[in-house]
């Protein structure tokens, strides 16, 4: 299975769910793991001082990182390569932001798509489990940034249960049992490590609330 194939299998699994994406398990999240998310962000990532700066979400989804980054008050991109994950972002977009989130359809693994020095913030939620080329999209993702621009990366200890076997075997960060591998493709596609930490109040959350047994974990790098 080549690049391409790959990725187009990802894009008809994610359209095909699209619809009910948010109400699986995992996926969406509620009013009362929403507070957490933010918690846990605000503290890694110092959204004090992100807040109006410009933001990538990368594999965007339904809109749930967007959105927070957005009651932050940043200007926030959301890229996703599902067609309808998008157009369900549209229409799950809140009609009350100052500053509305512009999503569009877009493959992170491509350089074209944004200019050199765009971006002050690079963010994605369990995306890079599905990259086929990891390098190459951080790589895109260090030209994106401005000087001393960051990138968030968070996901979890997945393991092959619900994956399909042969899209596991492509992907190279697909189900991880450490926190090291990402930080270290990171780190020689030439971004420094701020912050390799569980998301605690977040897998205490979805533990108590028997909602997945992966633990999730937030990894923050800074370009040199």
């Not at 205490?204 to 609330?209: E, I």
Request: hydrophobic fraction near 45%; proline fraction near 3%; charge should be negative.
């Amino acid at each position: 299975m080549d690049d391409l194939s790959v990725q187009q299998q990802i894009n008809q699994l994610y359209d095909s769910g699209a619809a009910s994406y948010d109400a699986e398990p995992g996926h969406g999240i509620g009013d009362a793991e929403r507070d957490l998310w933010r918690a846990e962000i605000a503290v890694a990532v110092a959204v004090a001082v992100t807040a109006r700066q410009r933001v990538l979400d990368v594999g965007s989804g339904t809109g749930i990182l967007s959105q927070l980054f957005a009651d932050w008050g940043c200007s926030v991109v959301g890229i996703d390569p599902s067609a309808e994950m998008v157009a369900q972002a549209h229409s799950k977009q809140a009609s009350t932001l100052a500053n509305p989130i512009i999503y569009l359809v877009g493959d992170t693994h491509k350089a074209e798509i944004f200019d050199e020095a765009t971006f002050d913030l690079i963010v994605s939620r369990q995306v890079v489990c599905h990259f086929y080329d990891p390098l190459q999209a951080f790589r895109n993702w260090h030209r994106w940034l401005k000087p001393d621009g960051q990138v968030v990366v968070i996901d979890g200890l997945w393991s092959r249960t619900g994956w399909d076997d042969a899209l596991v075997d492509h992907l190279p960060l697909s189900c991880l049992q450490t926190r090291a591998t990402i930080a270290y493709l990171l780190e020689q596609s030439g971004f420094r490590m701020t912050h390799n930490d569980w998301l605690t109040q977040v897998n205490a959350y979805l533990k108590t609330a028997d909602v997945a047994a992966s633990p999730r974990y937030m990894i923050v790098a800074q370009k040199v």
